[in-house]
């Protein structure tokens, strides 16, 4: 090989490493927004977790505690330490054995929802949702949400009660012509007094009206009737 020869090798070497290293510097640019792409996707997914209004906790595939969120710091509850076993090291005192179900829920990647947990003398709401490297477990407290509830239909309770006596007291009442006791459902006579105390728990306090008085006590309805003549007359 002549030097002409090894001149136009040297040539065509030189200008293949020049596009190699234009290849690269595309590909390395390519990367680059690439791991840019993926760091903006990586914080904006942490920003999810992290401002979850909801108590969110990211366990590992055994149930060891990764990560904990803003809310669950901001609730005033005891913080697992990373690396608890969740349900065991940490919230172990629910009513069923829930590190079972969250393993359960990693390994057959279903979501399992928990709608009503008692725990202590609060009322959780918990969602298991796995992912690949563990599970995301969300708890939402509704023990306020459960006490306006009973308190709502209590509330509707008492209403439809009140509509039914409403109602009993609309039909006509089998009532003694004679003593004026009146007959119950089960067919019993009561008192009058008796009968609504059962029914809407009154108390009565007993007077006498006009009329009985003026013809069980003559004299002193007479008596009455006069004072209150001279007390009128006084007043004009």
């Given amino acids: 090989m002549g030097p002409s020869d090894k ?20 590909l390395s640019e390519y990367y680059k927004q690439g791991y840019k792409e993926l760091l903006r ?58 590190y079972s179900h969250l393993l359960d829920s990693i390994q057959t990647g279903v979501i399992k929802n928990f709608p009503e947990m008692q ?10 949702s796995p992912f690949p490297e563990g599970a995301m477990i969300v708890t939402r407290d509704i023990t306020v949400e459960k006490a306006t509830e009973r308190e709502r239909i209590n509330l509707i309770r008492d209403l439809q009660k009140a509509l039914q006596e409403i109602e009993t007291l609309r039909e006509l009442l089998p009532i003694c012509a004679s003593c004026k006791k009146i007959r119950d459902d089960s067919g019993y006579w009561q008192e009058v007094e008796e009968y609504f105390r059962r029914r809407d728990h009154l108390d009565f306090s007993h007077t006498m009206c ?3 008085a003026k013809r069980m006590y003559p004299d002193l309805w007479e008596s009455i009737r006069r004072n209150k003549e001279t007390s009128t007359s006084a007043q004009l």
Wanted: aromatic share 10%; hydrophobic share 35%; glycine share 6%.
């Fill in 119 to 128: 725990y202590g003398d609060r009322v959780l709401a918990i969602t298991i």
């Fill in 41 to 98: 996707k990586e914080e904006y997914n942490f920003a999810l977790f992290q401002f979850n209004p909801f108590q969110t906790i990211i366990v590992d595939r055994v149930g060891r505690v990764v990560r904990s969120n803003t809310a669950k710091l901001k609730s005033g509850d005891r913080l697992p330490d990373v690396g608890d076993i969740m349900y065991r090291d940490y919230a172990s005192k629910h009513g069923i054995d829930m």
């Fill in 210 to 212: 006009p009329d009985c």
């Fill in 7 to 26: 001149i136009r090798q040297l040539e065509n070497e030189l200008g293949q490493l020049k596009n190699d290293i234009v290849r690269y510097q595309a």
